[in-house]
Antibody
Framework: QVQLVQSGVEVKKPGSSVKVSCQASGGTFSSSTFSWVRQAPGQGLEWMGRIAPVIGVPNYAQKFQGRVTITADKSTSTVYMELSSLRSEDTALFYC?????????????WGQGTTVIVSS | DIQMTQSPSSLSASVGDTITITCRASQGIYNYLAWYQQKPGKVPKLLIYAASTLQSGVPSRFSGSGSGTDFTLTITSLQPEDVATYYCQSYNSVPHTFGQGTKVEVK
């Protein structure tokens, strides 16, 4: 059973960057694909991007292109999402998610979420 | 990019009712569509993938249908625990866009 554990709450200043981690266990890390999803307070889900560690090349939503970097470290089974040039509108809950081998579409395994607060 | 439009944005129904949520893609996505349930303060939960395949452990009162551009999520015999926001997501090609969500309340 795949499990995802994310890093803790972050409080950042506008203009700075944040790097959120997501460590996977119980599955085959390299053969999985990991997505990042943002949810602002009271708002819906936004797909930010994804990475397949076996390939190592991420895909990003155009909205976040140029500000987001998603990477994977196969040695620690950890994926990272770094968001730069933070502004107050980036205050949100950030999730990493993946699919179990038996699920052929969608995301059935989610991390607990990481709260990022952007405030001066 | 593909846009996903859900309707309605919210609905209220009685216990035992059957409700339907619609998701429309701006271009054809075959059956590469998933539905999620998110209860307040909780992590999203996958309900359906491949437009109509029920995820393991999800009650059979949930069902999905559609292909191409038009999809539906149906909940038969609505239960109090179904109060949540429901999202569709396309995964035909990147970006894997979510719909804006449909908030379901029980009268």
């Amino acid at each position: 059973q795949v499990q995802l554990v994310q890093s803790g709450v972050e409080v950042k200043k506008p203009g700075s960057s944040v790097k959120v981690s997501c460590q996977a266990s119980g599955g085959t890390f390299s053969s999985s694909t990991f997505s990042w999803v943002r949810q602002a307070p009271g708002q819906g889900l936004e797909w930010m991007g994804r990475i397949a560690p076996v390939i190592g090349v991420p895909n990003y939503a155009q909205k976040f292109q140029g500000r987001v970097t998603i990477t994977a470290d196969k040695s620690t089974s950890t994926v990272y999402m770094e968001l730069s040039s933070l502004r107050s509108e980036d205050t949100a809950l950030f999730y990493c998610a993946t699919a179990s081998p038996s699920v052929t579409g969608g995301l059935d395994v989610w991390g607990q979420g990481t709260t990022v607060i952007v405030s001066s | 990019d593909i846009q996903m439009t859900q309707s309605p944005s919210s609905l209220s129904a009685s216990v035992g009712d059957t409700i339907t949520i619609t998701c429309r893609a701006s271009q054809g996505i075959y059956n590469y569509l998933a539905w999620y349930q998110q209860k307040p303060g909780k992590v999203p939960k996958l309900l359906i993938y491949a437009a109509s395949t029920l995820q393991s452990g999800v009650p059979s009162r949930f069902s999905g249908s559609g292909s191409g551009t038009d999809f539906t999520l149906t909940i038969t015999s609505l239960q109090p625990e179904d109060v949540a926001t429901y999202y569709c997501q396309s995964y035909n090609s990147v970006p894997h866009t979510f719909g804006q969500g449909t908030k379901v309340e029980v009268k």
